[in-house]
Each structure stands twice: as structure tokens, then as C-alpha cells.
T-cell receptor, first 114, second 111 residues
Framework: DSGVTQTPKHLITATGQRVTLRCSPRSGDLSVYWYQQSLDQGLQFLIQYYNGEERAKGNILERFSAQQFPDLHSELNLSSLELGDSALYFC?????????????FGPGTRLLVL | GQQLNQSPQSMFIQEGEDVSMNCTSSSIFNTWLWYKQDPGEGPVLLIALYKAGELTSNGRLTAQFGITRKDSFLNISASIPSDVGIYFCAQSWGSNYKLTFGKGTLLTVNP
């Protein structure tokens, strides 16, 4: 158990809909990272938050957004869903200091868009 | 952008055998990380390497950060059935620490 929690575990929805994925980082970690894993693209970085502020963006679509709340949990919002958004979505967290690249992953949310 | 080349793509071995897999990159990085992912689960951190030449062990796992800072290998000794899974190498770059992952090595262990 990495200490990172994600809900829900599975999500099935229809094209055009909007969903929210939730992540709680490990106790004491200030950084939250979101990744998408698909068969064709592998594990891809989406976005990072540090202590409530957006720090870095990767290949995140404009239809996707995220935020980190004062209690440090984070939500990833996916809107106008398309079939190709079906994937595993992971969040990871790391602690402040010199080894922030050492990230611990949650169990993921499997999204299926029908 | 940077690319990580991970090989082999898959391996089929007998229980008890040793395994070696590696990653190479086109650029120099400061950190190599090795993760294992079981089906439907999140990647689990196995070993983190922070310095060129560093050799680190975690039980039956050993990983090294190449001297050129462009490669790393992971060895598993005396494999057991629960070693089955996908192994990923990853690197961080830039001041925001986002990870770039290799395509993974699928390991199958025959009991």
C-alpha cells in the first residue's frame, strides 16, 4: 500500500459526459501528479500540483482540468468525454525536499467511455 | 522530447532464473527509477537511483545508474512466480520532477 488513495476504482460513462476523479496523497506529501495510461501511449504525465498551485503541465487536453485543495487532495476533471479517453488514470505524490522525483502511485481509476 | 528505450519488450523465463532488463535514453538525467506494475494496479516503486555509477539493491533486485547517465539496468535474481508483471524504468527531468516512462518489460515466470 503506497498510502495514495484514489476513487472511484472504476468508472463507466458515455461520450460527452463529465467525470471527476479524486486523489488523496500520502500524509505529508505536498505534490500530486496525474498520469494517464493507455495501451498505445503508455504512461503519460498530465499535470502536477504543489501545495495547491499548478506547477507543470504535460500532454493534458484542454477538456481536462485539475485542482488541488487546501487539504492537499486533488481532483482531475474530464469533460466532453470521447471514446479515446478510456484509460487508467493514476495519481502519484511525493514529499517536499531533494527527492521530489521519487513518486508513489495510487491504485488508479479505470475509466471506460462508451 | 526525451525518449526512453526499454528492452526487452517481454521475457519468458523459468522459475529460479536470473533476469536482466535495461533502459537507455537520448539525454542525460539525474534520476532513474524502476517500477513494477501488476495488472489493474498502480506502479510500485522498486528502486530509485540518484547518482551516476550508483548500484542499489532491494532484496533480489539490483539496479545500476550508468556512468554515462544515459542508461540503467535492473537485475532480478532467482526469479519466483510473483515476479510476474510489467517493469518500467522512469526518469525525471526539469525542476518540476515529472516522470517520463519507458514502454515497459513484461515478465512471465513459468513455475
Amino acid at each position: 500500500d503506497s498510502g495514495v488513495t484514489q476513487t472511484p476504482k472504476h468508472l463507466i460513462t458515455a461520450t460527452g459526459q463529465r467525470v471527476t476523479l479524486r486523489c488523496s496523497p500520502r500524509s505529508g506529501d505536498l505534490s500530486v501528479y496525474w498520469y494517464q495510461q493507455s495501451l498505445d501511449q503508455g504512461l503519460q504525465f498530465l499535470i502536477q500540483y504543489y501545495n495547491g498551485e499548478e506547477r507543470a503541465k504535460g500532454n493534458i487536453l484542454e477538456r481536462f482540468s485539475a485542482q488541488q485543495f487546501p487539504d492537499l487532495h486533488s481532483e482531475l476533471n474530464l469533460s466532453s468525454l470521447e471514446l479515446g479517453d478510456s484509460a487508467l488514470y493514476f495519481c502519484a505524490s511525493s514529499s517536499p525536499g531533494s527527492r521530489e522525483e521519487t513518486q508513489y502511485f495510487g491504485p488508479g481509476t479505470r475509466l471506460l467511455v462508451l | 522530447g526525451q525518449q526512453l528505450n526499454q528492452s526487452p519488450q517481454s521475457m519468458f523465463i523459468q522459475e529460479g532464473e536470473d533476469v536482466s532488463m535495461n533502459c537507455t535514453s537520448s539525454s542525460i538525467f539525474n534520476t532513474w527509477l524502476w517500477y513494477k506494475q501488476d495488472p489493474g494496479e498502480g506502479p510500485v516503486l522498486l528502486i530509485a537511483l540518484y547518482k551516476a555509477g550508483e548500484l542499489t539493491s532491494n532484496g533480489r533486485l539490483t539496479a545500476q545508474f550508468g556512468i554515462t547517465r544515459k542508461d540503467s539496468f535492473l537485475n532480478i535474481s532467482a526469479s519466483i512466480p510473483s515476479d510476474v508483471g510489467i517493469y518500467f524504468c522512469a526518469q525525471s527531468w526539469g525542476s518540476n520532477y515529472k516522470l517520463t516512462f519507458g514502454k515497459g518489460t513484461l515478465l512471465t515466470v513459468n513455475p
